[in-house]
């Protein structure tokens, strides 16, 4: 996957200004930065339902949104994207038969994400943590080849959230490249990547361990601000 020169207008006004950025097959990469700061927008062109004023996104080999990577990308927003009125098995059977995948991979899925209790259960009825494992878990149906994840870990427990970094890497181990969202900082450790967002800018695109070199600091909430700090010098200068 690569982006060249991507610029973004919402409302108006620029949200992203210019990225450039490549990311790897068969890693998992963190996109972190503070809510507003333009990750969703660059999440939605990556998956090919932003308009882009400028600049290219090509996603393993095609343009975004092209017809060739309906089956290829799994994407879950940050807002469940399920229906209330069906049981969490329902709704995974009939996300499978929309995107092709094997009928039994609803029930694979569904114990994935910590659902097997909850099966039968109304999405409706469903916690917000347990609506947001619901439509991670379409993301996860078949077997796509890029994954992007938007806030996935928010509302969960430790545990859980344990478990589902665990499975991200290996989906990353089977080949397949995660881009996963997060405004929490403690969650940067977990990638092998590092894209760093604020304001709609690029601060860092480097591994946990190349920006704590960067930055000379072992905490990656205090590299993050040294970023900010370097950034508002070069503006000033």
């Known amino acids: 996957m690569s982006v060249a020169g991507l610029r973004v207008e919402r409302g108006g006004r620029e949200v992203l200004h210019g990225l450039e950025f490549e990311v790897p097959r068969g890693s998992v990469v963190g996109l972190l930065g503070p809510s507003g700061c333009g990750k969703t927008t660059l999440m939605r062109a990556l998956v090919g339902v932003q308009i882009v004023r400028a600049g290219t996104v090509t996603v393993l080999g095609h343009p975004a949104g092209s017809k060739e990577l309906r089956r290829k990308v799994g994407y879950a927003t940050q807002n469940p994207a399920v229906y209330v009125d069906l ?64 806030e996935p ?41 590092l894209l760093l967002l604020r304001d709609g800018h690029l601060l860092a695109d480097d591994t946990p361990d190349g920006l704590r070199a960067r930055t000379g600091t072992h905490d990656l909430d205090e590299a993050f601000l040294r970023l900010i700090g370097e950034k508002k010098q070069e503006a000033s200068a």
Do not use: K
Request: proline share 3%; hydrophobic share 45%; charged share 25%.
């Open 87 to 150: 049981t969490v098995l329902e709704n995974l059977r009939y996300f499978a038969s929309v995107l092709g995948a094997p009928r039994d991979d609803a029930d694979r899925v569904i114990e994935e994400v910590g659902l097997g209790e909850s099966r039968d259960q109304l999405v409706g009825s469903l916690s917000g943590g347990q609506s947001s494992r619901a439509s991670l878990a379409v993301a996860l149906l078949g077997t796509p080849e890029l994954v992007v994840l938007d």
């Open 153 to 193: 870990t928010v509302g969960l427990d430790p545990v859980l959230r344990e478990e589902l970094w665990g499975m991200f890497h290996e989906l990353a181990g089977s080949g397949a490249t995660l881009l996963v969202s997060s405004h929490v900082m403690d969650e940067a450790a977990r990638c092998e990547r």
